[in-house]
């Protein structure tokens, strides 16, 4: 910018072409930024679909499912989708789904006459001593 603003104030022989050279320079440099800010932010709206779609798996069936049923499902390696939980919630896979059957269970404890038992059984907690 500094280049062409000279070049248009001295009006040296030929100015207009180096104006219009460095300008289409310029478009060019920010198209090729362009396309890799758009990269990058494909490359995050990907990665935040795939957690989206993570907790939605794990809400919907929080009775029974496993990180690695997940991973099956999503196509991904156990180790990757349990990094992706901890880099995305700050907890393991195993809070997660524990933080929610326990909302599950506090929401059933309010609105439901079921015994700690049976809230036990529907929210997944199959074994009494499996907290």
């Known amino acids: 910018m500094y280049h062409m603003?000279?070049?248009?104030?001295?009006?040296?022989?030929?100015?207009r072409c180096m104006?219009?050279?460095n300008l289409s320079s310029?478009?060019?440099?920010?198209?090729?930024?362009?396309?890799?800010?758009l990269r990058a932010v494909k490359e995050?709206?990907?990665?935040?679909?795939?957690?989206?779609?993570?907790?939605d798996c794990i809400r919907k069936n929080?009775?029974?499912?496993?990180?690695?049923?997940i991973a099956k499902n999503m196509?991904?390696?156990?180790?990757?989708?349990?990094?992706?939980i901890k880099e995305n919630y700050q907890q393991s896979f195993r809070d997660l789904l524990c933080q929610i059957r326990l909302?599950?269970?506090?929401?059933?404890?309010?609105?439901?006459?079921?015994?700690?038992?049976e809230i036990d059984s529907r929210v997944g907690y199959h074994k009494p001593n499996f907290l």
């Open 75 to 84: 196509h991904f390696h156990q180790n990757y989708l349990s990094r992706m």
């Open 5 to 15: 603003f000279c070049e248009y104030l001295e009006k040296v022989m030929g100015w």
């Open 103 to 117: 909302k599950e269970a506090e929401k059933l404890l309010i609105n439901t006459d079921l015994s700690v038992t």
């Open 26 to 37: 310029l478009f060019i440099y920010l198209m090729r930024v362009r396309e890799e800010d």
């Open 44 to 55: 995050i709206e990907e990665e935040n679909l795939n957690i989206t779609k993570v907790l």
């Open 19 to 21: 104006v219009k050279n």
């Open 62 to 69: 929080y009775q029974y499912i496993t990180l690695k049923d």
